[in-house]
């Protein structure tokens, strides 16, 4: 499990670094350091001991921020943090979302928020359909060359 963030150049000297789908915004004082901070503001948010966090830049977008690859030494927690996150943003309680399954017990899926059930990939493609209906699971190159600088 990977999935893709962002950093860019804000105000002054700061940079800013997010991954919206697991709602983690923060900032550093350089790139490297708002990739750190980045990866140790999901590491607080797995809440798990050993768990760590690698953020890598795999490209560079038209308007100038950096791509990033966000992964972890626990995937089966990240995907779990991704469930999470996004039943909370779209204001889904766990009955919402068991009912959205067409299961009678919340626990069944709350089990693979918790991490306690890693679901198969065709049940995480269910399970993130019922949280957020406008997220795909894809796929795609783990690093893309950079553009091309004009002049």
């Not at 983690?24 to 760590?52: F, P, V």
């Not at 966090?53 to 927690?77: C, F, K, L, Q, W």
């Not at 693979?112 to 993130?128: H, N, R």
């Not at 949280?131 to 950079?146: E, F, S």
Request: hydrophobic share 45%; charged share 25%.
């Amino acid at each position: 499990m990977m999935l893709v963030g962002r950093i860019g150049k804000a105000e002054g000297s700061w940079w800013f670094a997010e991954c919206a789908i697991v709602g983690a915004h923060t900032q550093g004082k350089s790139r490297k350091d708002a990739r750190q901070m980045l990866a140790d503001c999901i590491e607080t948010m797995l809440d798990r001991a050993g768990a760590k966090v690698r953020v890598a830049e795999i490209g560079e977008d038209d308007d100038g921020t950096y791509v990033v690859r966000i992964d972890s030494t626990e995937p089966a927690r990240l995907a779990a943090l991704v469930l999470t996150v996004q039943r909370e943003h779209n204001k889904l309680s766990l009955a919402d979302v068991a009912a959205k399954l067409g299961v009678s017990s919340r626990n069944a899926y709350a089990r693979y928020e918790q991490g306690a059930s890693v679901p198969t990939l065709d049940k995480y493609i269910e399970l993130l359909a019922a949280v957020a209906p406008d997220m795909a699971l894809m796929v795609g190159p783990r690093a893309t060359k950079r553009k091309a600088k004009a002049g």
